[in-house]
C-alpha cells in the first residue's frame, strides 16, 4: 500500500540520516567539533562533565530553540538524561559519552526542524 511504502521509505531516510551523523562524529572534523564543547562545557576542567555542566549544557540548548519548542527542562529529565548518558556509571560524562549526547542532540534538532 501507498502507506507502508511510504513508512518504509521514511525508516530507510531515518537510518541513512543516523548513518551521516554517527559517520560525521566518526570522521576528524567531528571529533575535534565535539573535543571543542566538550572543552567549553567542561568549566571545572577535570576532563570529565559532572551533572552541574551538562545540566547548563541542556538549558543552552533549550533556551536556544536547537532542540525544538521545549519551554524548560526539569530537574528530573536533566537526571535521567545524565543516568542515560554515564554509561560507565562513573558519575561524570566521558569524551565518548558526550560524543552520544551529542549525536542525539543532532537528531532530536533535525526532527524539531519538520
Given at each position: 500500500?501507498?502507506l507502508?511504502?511510504t513508512?518504509c ?5 531515518a537510518?541513512e540520516?543516523i548513518?551521516q551523523i554517527?559517520?560525521?562524529?566518526g570522521?576528524?572534523e567531528?571529533?575535534?567539533q565535539?573535543a571543542?564543547?566538550?572543552k567549553a562545557?567542561?568549566?571545572d ?7 552541574s555542566?551538562l ?10 530553540g ?8 526539569s530537574?528530573a529529565?536533566?537526571?535521567a ?5 554515564d ?8 569524551v565518548?559519552e558526550?560524543?552520544?549526547f ?13
Amino acid at each position: 500500500t501507498l502507506l507502508s511504502n511510504t513508512t518504509c521509505k521514511a525508516d530507510t531516510m531515518a537510518d541513512e540520516l543516523i548513518e551521516q551523523i554517527s559517520a560525521f562524529f566518526g570522521s576528524d572534523e567531528g571529533q575535534e567539533q565535539v573535543a571543542e564543547a566538550f572543552k567549553a562545557a567542561d568549566t571545572d576542567n577535570p576532563g570529565s562533565l559532572q551533572k552541574s555542566e551538562l545540566a547548563q549544557v541542556l538549558r543552552d540548548l533549550v533556551a536556544s530553540g536547537a532542540v525544538g519548542a521545549v519551554p524548560e527542562i526539569s530537574q528530573a529529565e536533566i537526571d535521567a538524561s545524565f543516568a542515560e548518558l554515564d554509561t560507565d556509571h562513573s558519575g561524570a560524562l566521558s569524551v565518548k559519552e558526550f560524543t552520544e549526547f551529542c549525536k542525539l542532540v543532532c537528531l532530536a534538532a533535525i526532527a524539531a526542524s519538520l
